[in-house]
């Protein structure tokens, strides 16, 4: 798979798919001003719930974390999403 390398707003209320195809790294950052919520599925499947999501705070975020590790619940875990909350958010995130 050809690298990816994108920044994209996320709605608030609503999940913003942060890969394209399947991940097996990924690295990302908070570039909002509010907290946004990042969770795994397995394919394309947006969650259907925020349980099990982690908190990343402005400026924060993850480089080259193995999903498998950020996510051991969810088996076969290849793609991540993210919430906002309350007001609309922008996440940086790049895989291979």
């Given at each position: 798979m050809a690298a990816y390398h994108n920044t994209q707003g996320v709605p608030a209320g609503g999940w913003a798919l942060i890969t394209?195809?399947?991940a097996a790294n990924l690295t990302f950052q908070?570039?909002?001003r509010n907290y946004l919520l990042v969770q795994g599925s397995v394919g394309a499947v947006e969650p259907t719930s925020t349980a099990g999501?982690?908190?990343y705070n402005p400026g924060q975020g993850e480089r080259n974390v193995?999903?498998?590790e950020l996510f051991?619940?969810?088996s076969g875990?290849?793609?991540a999403w993210a919430w906002a909350e309350d007001a609309p958010g922008l996440i940086t995130s790049s895989h291979a």
């Open positions: 394209s195809g399947a908070n570039q909002g999501a982690i908190r193995v999903l498998a051991p619940g969810i875990v290849d793609q």
